[in-house]
């Protein structure tokens, strides 16, 4: 008999999975928390700062599980943030 291993929730979903679910909540978090504090900071710097430790710590875990994806889960993660300095005039300033 084998034993009974449990898999967690990382373990038996794919890393690009994984990646697009933070990509979506990060994204949704960002633009609540933008849009609550549009009133008080006019650069969001708080919005950017909160989804940049959200995405840190998740691309942590999901990299620690499986290494090899190390080169696609940060942009997956990041692509909000990577397509917003693309397209919008004002986000270097």
């Known amino acids: 008999m084998k034993p009974y ?7 038996s979903t794919p890393s690009g999975l994984l990646a697009f679910f933070i990509f979506v909540i990060a994204t949704i978090i960002t633009l609540a928390i933008g849009s609550l504090s549009e009133n008080f900071d006019n650069q969001s710097i708080i919005a950017y700062r909160v989804n940049a430790l959200l995405i840190a710590g998740e691309c942590l875990i999901i990299i620690r599980t499986t290494p090899k994806s190390i080169w696609y889960v940060p942009l997956i993660c990041n692509a909000a943030l990577i397509i917003s300095a693309l397209i919008e005039p004002n986000f270097w300033q």
């Open 5 to 11: 291993k449990s898999n967690s929730f990382h373990e």
